[in-house]
Nanobody, 122 residues
């Protein structure tokens, strides 16, 4: 089992920045793809970014968000710059199975955190 805990969400003005962190415990996430998804109430969960041997980003966040991982600390971060009101959502960290590759499909991730709220005001 892998437990994931997100932190770093909050309220920020448009154009500002936030860094989300995801701390993993239990089994290592070193050999797993890690992803960030977001969800607005009433809508489906959508892909934001993922990292394994490479990184992948949703078109809507390319050039503004950066995903990174620290294998020694078993953490994954999402640096979010130039935030827009449409980035407002609950952000979820996800871990894939062993030796998984980056994927934009929620069904390819086995473990999920509880989520952290990001609100961007205009």
């Amino acid at each position: 089992q892998v437990q994931l805990v997100e932190s770093g969400g909050g309220l920020v003005q448009a154009g500002g920045s936030l860094t989300l962190s995801c701390a993993a415990s239990g089994r290592t996430v070193t050999s797993r793809a890690m992803g960030w998804f977001r969800q607005v109430a009433g809508n489906e969960r959508v892909f934001v970014a993922a990292i394994s041997g490479r990184t992948a980003y949703a078109d809507s966040v390319k050039g503004r968000f950066t995903i990174s991982r620290d294998n020694a600390k078993n953490t994954v971060s999402l640096q979010m710059n130039s935030l827009k009101p449409e980035d407002t959502a609950v952000y979820y960290c996800a871990a894939g199975r062993y030796y998984s590759s980056v994927s934009n499909l929620p069904t390819n991730y086995a473990y999920w955190g509880q989520g952290t709220q990001v609100t961007v005001s205009s």
